[in-house]
């Protein structure tokens, strides 16, 4: 630890990470997602995709960002999923209550440059119909031309609330 009189968050989580190395089991596992899964979902805290459909390590690609969005990155990571690590199914998981829901992509600049003095030049995909956002994004993936497997490409919004996952697109 270095020049901190008190643990910071990540040190406090470190020492999890000690705890989880020593109950680890040395299992056989491979890059390849074992369900041929990639999930693309929010960040949010609220959200967590393992428990929500039973998954744990070595089964499904893990994509993230802030909103779950169809971004050219995340375009990225599902090229790499499918086309090199054997991916055939896409589950796109956005949610209520979205931090991205409801507001800007302006607004979020300015909020951006307020606080670091700098403004984004690249969008935030910011959006205002929920439902639609996740239809348009799984039409996204499902007109990539560099994902091949686009036969099971389905879109839901998890519901914070209630924890109800609900089949959108
Ligand atoms: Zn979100």
């Known amino acids: 630890m270095v ?5 910071s968050q990540t040190d406090e989580l470190l020492v999890n990470a000690r705890s989880y190395e020593s109950g680890h089991r ?3 596992l491979g890059p390849h ?3 041929k899964v990639a999930v693309l979902a929010c960040m949010d805290t609220r959200l967590n995709p393992y428990s929500l459909l039973g998954l744990t390590e070595g089964e499904a690609h893990m994509i993230r960002n802030a909103g779950g969005v169809v971004t050219d990155d995340a375009i990225r990571s ?19 209550d ?4 409801g507001t800007t992509d302006t607004e979020l600049a300015d909020r951006v440059e307020a606080a670091s003095g700098s403004r984004p030049d690249w969008p935030f995909h910011a ?5 639609r956002s996740v239809r348009e994004g799984v039409g996204r993936i499902e007109s990539s031309p560099f994902l091949p ?3 099971s490409v389905r879109g839901f919004v998890f519901e914070v609330q209630s924890g109800r996952l609900r089949e959108v697109a």
């Not at 020049?3 to 643990?7: G, V």
């Not at 599902?78 to 209520?96: C, D, F, K, P, R």
């Not at 959006?127 to 439902?131: H, R």
């Open 98 to 101: 979205c931090g991205l829901l």
């Open 3 to 7: 020049n901190s009189s008190r643990m």
């Open 26 to 28: 040395d299992v056989e």
């Open 149 to 151: 497997r686009r036969g």
């Open 33 to 35: 997602p074992v369900r």
């Open 127 to 131: 959006f205002t119909d929920l439902e």
């Open 78 to 96: 599902l090229a790499i999923s499918q086309n090199v690590l054997g991916t055939e199914e896409v589950i796109l998981i956005q949610h209520t």
